[in-house]
């Protein structure tokens, strides 16, 4: 907890807990065996309280209260070396992951209020994955009593349960195997009730479940002397302008140091202080090709040398993407060969329609992506302003073409051309694009069909020797089959007079000339 003035912190102010998860017996014994030797039992202590605001079988948010109760429920002296214990204690929950505090700007009373927003407790397995947090308690309490603690976590599987005896195979069957949704009706009122219920959403957290980047992430980073820096000042209280800088950088994985950079440099705001979408992107775009270079140059570096151990990789932040859509199964495509063991028609389509391009052109390739066809995907996106949705269909439509064994290369001119039709078509929707698609495959097949035909009659083309297309052109010749008619006298005496004209004309001609 940043406290820069205690006067800003004192049982006089206002909060309220918020927490989306319960406490199993799991969960309570890695507090009291885990946490507690690590940020000591009077944290533990705010922390139980904090969680008690809320009745145990709910969720939510607690009733809005002053701080007083926390200082005489915990017995601590309202004064200032209590505001500074209490504000110790809960910066070493927020250290360790259990608590994240928000302070809130109440323009009404010109004052602040506080938000305690409670995180679930890791499990054993993620807590013992994590180095920092494991080698806090082995400073703690020793080597020797972390691995003990680790091992009354778990109980071993049974000897005749050996993996290597027995072939594990996973025979469960997934959801639309079972259960078959209505999806061609929308219940509106059904979306809206449920909109309206969920009133409760971490602020931290994006919809897939992970971390997104706040303000307060941005304004850390920020440089206080940059010109900039009144126009993300004002981001503090502008969600709109947060969710648009969050896609971007979940679309381009920008980390928060890396969106600060981004931020800081000209042409990004406006002179009254929005957010350049189109500027903040191709930025973001440079970067983005930039950290792709970079990390094909360590990737093939690292081949070079021999891993001596290994490391788990971790995965950067994402931010906040638009809302999930779903996909009408009318408009479901089919699998690519490349997928099917990956993931089931369902999975692929929902994929298709919500990941950005940049991750979708990811899951094809098993290494990078190449640096053509990115550069191609990328002016088809911030050139031409195709959607993303319309992307994705589109690269489905093109490795589902190549994979079908067909000659089309996939380059440049090749993909341009079909994005540009497209455009002219008005497809802007995942819908239109998925018909789009369709159509062409029938058009496609008309035409091999015709061309089959047309190549099954009789004309023929000259080729040279060295296997190319002959430069002369080829010239239709006449052939007497013995089908013409015989002439009769009348028509060959006809003729025979035309003749003797023309030839009198052509020595009168010759006579005339000196």
Not at 118 to 144: E, N, V, Y
Not at 314 to 327: F, H, K, R, T
Not at 462 to 467: I, L, P, R, T, V
Request: charged share 25%; proline share 4%.
């Amino acid at each position: 907890m940043r406290m820069s003035n205690l006067h800003h912190f004192t049982e006089h102010h206002r909060y309220c807990v918020s927490r989306e998860f319960g406490l199993s017996s799991v969960d309570a014994r890695m507090l009291g065996s885990v946490y507690q030797p690590m940020v000591g039992a009077f944290a533990i202590s705010l922390y139980r309280l904090l969680f008690e605001h809320i009745p145990a079988e709910a969720i939510g948010y607690s009733p809005v209260e002053q701080q007083r109760r926390l200082f005489m429920t915990l017995g601590v002296e309202p004064n200032e070396k209590g505001r500074k214990y209490i504000v110790d204690q809960a910066s070493r929950l927020e250290a360790v992951g259990l608590l994240q505090t928000c302070r809130i700007f109440v323009a009404e009373t010109d004052d602040y209020m506080y938000e305690y927003e409670l995180l679930p407790p890791l499990s054993p397995a993620d807590f013992f994955a994590t180095q920092h947090l494991t080698l806090l308690l082995r400073d703690k309490i020793g080597k020797f009593a972390v691995l003990s603690l680790r091992e009354q976590f778990w109980n071993r599987e049974p000897e005749e349960w050996s993996r290597r005896s027995i072939g594990k195979e996973n025979i469960s069957l997934p959801f639309y195997d079972i259960f078959q949704l209505n999806t061609h009706v929308i219940d509106y009122e059904l979306e809206q009730a449920l909109a309206e219920v969920a009133t409760v959403k971490q602020p931290g957290m994006r919809e897939t479940g992970e971390p997104a980047i706040g303000y307060s992430d941005i304004i850390l980073r920020f440089p206080r002397e940059s010109v900039n820096r009144v126009h993300v000042e004002k981001l503090r209280f502008d969600h709109t302008q947060m969710g648009m800088i969050n896609y971007v950088a979940h679309k381009y994985e920008l980390s928060p140091q890396d969106l600060s950079r981004l931020l800081d440099e000209d042409g990004v705001f406006t002179p009254d202080g929005e957010v350049i979408l189109d500027a903040l992107q191709y930025k973001a775009s440079q970067h983005f090709r930039q950290d792709m270079k970079r990390q094909e140059k360590r990737e093939v570096a690292a081949a070079k040398v021999v891993a001596l151990r290994s490391a788990a990789a971790v995965e950067g932040d994402d931010s906040i993407a638009p809302l999930e859509q779903s996909v009408e199964m009318e408009y479901y495509v089919e699998v690519p060969p490349q997928f099917l063991s990956k993931c089931d028609i369902h999975q692929y389509n929902m994929m298709l329609r919500n990941e950005p391009y940049t991750r979708l052109l990811q899951t094809f390739f098993p290494g990078a992506v190449p640096t053509q066809l990115m550069d191609t995907f990328e002016k088809i996106d911030l050139n031409y302003k195709l959607s993303g949705e319309v992307i994705n269909v589109l690269i489905h439509y093109l490795m589902t073409m190549v994979a079908s064994g067909g000659d089309q290369r996939m380059n440049r001119n090749f993909v341009e051309a079909i994005a540009s039709n497209m455009l002219v078509k008005q497809v802007n929707t995942y819908e239109k694009a998925v018909r789009y698609i369709r159509d062409q495959t029938k058009v496609k097949g008309k035409g091999s069909a015709t061309g089959s035909t047309a190549s099954g009659g009789t004309r023929q083309r000259s080729y040279s020797k060295a296997g190319g297309r002959s430069g002369k052109a080829e010239i239709p010749i006449v052939l007497d089959d013995g089908s013409a008619g015989t002439v009769s006298e009348e028509e060959f005496a006809a003729m025979m007079k035309k003749a003797a004209e023309i030839k009198a004309s052509k020595k009168k001609g010759v006579s005339k000339t000196p």
